[in-house]
C-alpha cells in the first residue's frame, strides 16, 4: 500500500508542480521509501542515487559484516554509517583510507572514525584518494561512484554495484592492501 501512495505522490508532483517544488517532494518521497526497512544487498544489484535509497543499502550491507571491513573512500558523512563502522570496529577488524586534503573538510566524519578507535590512514599517492569502495568479509565489495556523503545519496547522479565474483573481490582485496600499505596513519 505504502508502494502505490509513493507512486501516485511522485505521479502527482511531477505532473502537477514547478521544477522546484518537485524536486523537494521527490526528497520527500525518498524519505518516505527510506523509512521502510532497506534489505541488505545480494550479489549483482545495483543502486543508482538520489532515486534508490543507496545510503541505506550501503549502511545495510556494512552491517552484514562479520569477518572483516576494508573502505577506501573519499568522502565519508553519513553518520549512520560512521556510527555502524565504529560498532563493527569493535567486533572485527575495520580499516578505512581516506583521502587527507578531503578529511579535513568541515563536513567530514573521519575524526569521529578515529575517536571511536577505527583504523584509518590517509591514503599516499600522486594526486587524491579518488577510491569508493568496500570489501566486506573478503567476500563481496560495493563500488561505484558514490562517495559515503549526504549529498552523495541526496543530490548527485551515483551508483553502486555489489559483487561477490571472487576474481573480481580478489582484486579489489589486492588494491585495498596496497594502498593501506602505501597510507599514513591518522592521529
Known sequence: MK?????FFVLVCLFSETAV?????????????????VAAP????????????????LLAFVKTARKSLDVAIYDINLDQLVHQLAVASKSIPVRVVVDQRQSKGSHSLVGLLVKAGV?????????????????????????????????????????????????????????????????????
Not at 23 to 32: I, P
Not at 165 to 186: M, N
Open 21 to 37: 517544488e518537485a524536486r523537494h517532494s521527490l526528497k520527500t518521497v525518498r524519505y518516505l521509501a527510506s523509512a521502510a526497512p
Open 119 to 187: 583504523q584509518v590512514k590517509y591514503g599516499h599517492q600522486r594526486g587524491i584518494m579518488h577510491n569508493k569502495f568496500t570489501v566486506l568479509d573478503n567476500a563481496m565489495v560495493e563500488a561505484g561512484s558514490f562517495n559515503y556523503t549526504h549529498h552523495a545519496s541526496e543530490a548527485n547522479n551515483e551508483n553502486q554495484v555489489y559483487l561477490n565474483t571472487p576474481e573480481i573481490v580478489s582484486r579489489y582485496k589486492a588494491r585495498f592492501e596496497q594502498i593501506w600499505a602505501d597510507g599514513k596513519p591518522v592521529q
Open 3 to 7: 508502494h502505490i501512495f509513493l507512486y
Open 42 to 57: 545480494k550479489p549483482n544489484e545495483v543502486c543508482f542515487a538520489p532515486v534508490d535509497p543507496c545510503d541505506q543499502k
